[in-house]
């Protein structure tokens, strides 16, 4: 592997993807770095390199999962660690990122989290940052240091061209993921309808106003960018199916499944769930119909593309 003006690539794996980490050093045929992550007593966190990280093209893989905010800090603290050792480049490899939701000002008085996420990955040293399906593009915007941000369409897409298309069409379970709505069909080349949401003032709740297309006599292939509780989702499950779609698909890059989500999904009338490994799933919340992409290949194909100075977007004929 040819390197550019800093040493060999390291791969740090975090405690939010172990798993994943583990994927993405077999697909570069490089070994995990090791290092030691004590959690004292007080909660605090402690990290020691085994070995010298000095001048190295350096990635930390760190999904923001569960518990976030322990993981959020372990990414910081990680960083700082790397740097203070003169690492030659530190990049942040975040599948899934924390508070992409909290983009912008929606009601008075309330913060911009994605932006201090950014401003603190920055300021604890790192040179690059990579992450998959942000909530809102306009995130990139919130960092000043250079990255990537990826799409796991293409392999989602990929998946469902193994399917029977024939009869199939695209439904997005509200208005705010039309544009993502509208790359699937057009990648699968299928028509596209969409589900109309409406939130009540203050409150999380959603309602249905309305069906904006016709699924009767349909499969359909609900997709988002994410799946949190699952509210939305299997309500726009239940709006198709009333308006007649046959087997209803649901596929969504990241399985945050917070709360009631797997329950609600084990309850809908869903035949399949496509999802991906951004996010580990625990096993409790595993479903027999739920299939996991896995994003090993993507990052790590990124990740020998940045080392070695090549065009990312290739990878999408971009």
Not at 208 to 237: F, H, P, R, Y
Not at 280 to 308: F, W, Y
Request: glycine share 8%.
């Amino acid at each position: 592997m040819s390197t550019t003006t800093y040493g060999g690539i390291q791969l740090y794996a975090g405690s939010g993807c172990p798993e994943l980490a583990q994927k993405i050093a077999d697909y570069i045929k490089v070994p995990l770095s090791d290092w030691i992550i004590t959690d004292f007593p007080n909660e605090n966190i402690w990290i020691q390199l085994h070995g010298s990280a000095r001048g190295k093209d350096v990635y930390i893989i760190q999904s923001h999962a569960r518990p976030v905010h322990r993981n959020i800090m372990e990414t910081l603290i990680a960083i700082d660690c790397l740097k203070r050792d003169n690492a030659g480049r530190v990049t942040v490899v975040c599948p899934y990122l924390a508070y992409s939701q909290s983009d912008q000002k929606t009601q008075p008085r309330v913060p911009i989290t994605a932006r201090l996420i950014a401003d603190l990955i920055e300021a604890a040293g790192a040179d690059r940052w990579i992450t998959i399906d942000l909530h809102a593009g306009q995130i990139q915007g919130f960092y000043k240091i250079p990255g990537d941000s990826l799409t796991a369409r293409h392999m989602i897409c990929d998946y469902l061209r193994t399917k029977d298309l024939s009869n199939a069409m695209i439904v997005t379970p509200d208005l705010g993921f039309a544009k993502g709505g509208r790359k699937f069909a057009d990648e699968l080349g299928l028509p596209l309808a969409f589900v109309e949401k409406r939130r009540l003032g203050n409150d999380l709740r959603r309602e249905n106003l309305s069906l904006i297309g016709d699924v009767s006599g349909k499969d359909v292939i609900l997709v988002d960018d994410l799946v949190d509780t699952g509210g939305s989702i299997t309500e726009a499950v239940q709006t198709v199916k009333e308006n007649g779609a046959n087997d209803v698909y649901v596929a969504f890059t990241h399985p945050v499944l917070s709360g009631p989500a797997s329950k609600r999904m084990a309850n809908a009338p869903i035949k399949e769930i496509i999802t991906t490994d951004t996010l580990p799933i625990p096993e409790e919340k595993m479903l027999p119909n739920i299939e996991v992409l896995t994003t090993a290949d993507l990052l790590g194909e990124v990740i020998v593309r940045s080392h070695e100075g090549r065009s990312v977007g290739e990878l999408f004929n971009e």
